[in-house]
């Protein structure tokens, strides 16, 4: 993902200016990353800018993995919806140790949500899925709310992993029909629906290896 994020030129931190990184239990490997790709930003700015710009802020939020290795499955369904919760909680500002966002910003809802891989990346979507469902609803609700630009953030982006050449993971093919854009890395994949009306698979080529 931050090598994502690196072949992105228009990451412009003027504009995403809060960054939330969320990596599983004992993975200190990512999160060493993370913080790693948010000091060559802070660098690259300067360079840019020739001073030292603020670049926003960012956290990384560590929640409990959906599915240990060797986990039995009878009990993997439990793990997995304490993954989703976690999720629901960060996605809402909520989990613990998670920083508070300045009150300069109209929501604490994040505007795009990037992810790729197993297990936390479905738990991610349908926690933002059933977020903007949740909000959705209570905009009806409420006739004043109506036109409130909630329901247009938690937007979310699945990367297929690079090893998928011919044939979707078992995340991706759960996510197809869910992710707002569903990025793959080989021609083979391009086009993709998971039923007819439903968005198409893009092809994007090798962004996340």
């Not at 960012?58 to 929640?63: L, Q």
Request: proline share 5%.
């Amino acid at each position: 993902m931050c090598y994502l994020l690196e072949k992105h030129d228009n990451l412009e931190p003027s504009i995403y200016t809060y960054r939330t990184y969320v990596v599983t239990s004992g993975d200190q490997f990512s999160a060493t990353k993370a913080e790693r790709f948010e000091a060559q930003l802070a660098e690259k700015q300067r360079k840019k800018t020739k001073c030292d710009t603020d670049i926003g802020a960012f956290d990384i939020v560590t929640i409990p993995r959906a599915r240990r290795v060797h986990q039995s499955y009878w009990s993997t369904p439990f793990t997995t919806l304490q993954a989703i919760w976690a999720c629901l909680l960060v996605l809402c500002g909520r989990y613990p140790n998670q920083k508070k966002l300045p009150w300069k910003y109209p929501s604490v809802y994040p505007d795009l949500i990037i992810t790729n891989g197993p297990a936390v990346s479905v738990c991610m979507v349908l926690a933002a899925k059933l977020l903007r469902g949740f909000i959705f609803v209570s905009r009806l609700a409420s006739v004043q709310a109506r036109g409130q630009p909630e329901i247009s953030r938690l937007r979310t982006i699945f990367v297929e992993s690079w090893a998928r050449i011919s044939r979707l993971s078992m995340s991706g093919t759960i996510l197809l029909p869910l992710a707002d854009q569903f990025l793959v890395q080989w021609p083979d994949l391009a086009g993709r629906r998971a039923w007819w009306g439903m968005k198409k698979t893009v092809y994007a080529g090798w962004v996340v290896l």
